[in-house]
Nanobody, 123 residues
């Protein structure tokens, strides 16, 4: 079973960068598609990015494409989200999630979730 712990959130000015990490303390990291979602106050949780088990195919929400990069390091059982050119509208709690099977954008198809990390972007 996968157990996920996010880190790397914080406060940054618009235009800045942050890198989020999500570590899996289990032993089956390579069996899972990994994804990042976010939830802003008063809004539904939304898909941000996902990466296949092999680290090859990726998928991004239109709002972050070209600014965010998802990657994974199997040796460290960790998935990353590099966020550049941050905007105030990126402010949210960011969650990593895992699922077996294909890369999908629907949050209810992900079985395991981290506790979330806050990202705040000021204008």
């Amino acid at each position: 079973q996968v157990q996920l712990v996010e880190s790397g959130g914080g406060w940054v000015q618009a235009g800045g960068s942050l890198r989020l990490s999500c570590a899996d303390s289990g032993r089956t990291f390579n069996s899972y598609v990994m994804a990042w979602f976010r939830q802003a106050p008063g809004k539904d949780r939304e898909f941000v990015a996902a990466i296949s088990r092999s680290g090859g195919p990726t998928d991004y929400a239109y709002s972050v494409k070209g600014r965010f990069t998802i990657s994974r390091d199997s040796a460290k059982n960790t998935v990353y989200l590099q966020m550049n050119s941050l905007k105030p509208e990126d402010t949210a709690v960011y969650y990593c999630a895992a699922r077996m099977g294909a890369v999908l954008r629907s949050s209810d198809r992900y079985e395991s979730w981290g506790q979330g990390t806050q990202v705040t972007v000021s204008s």
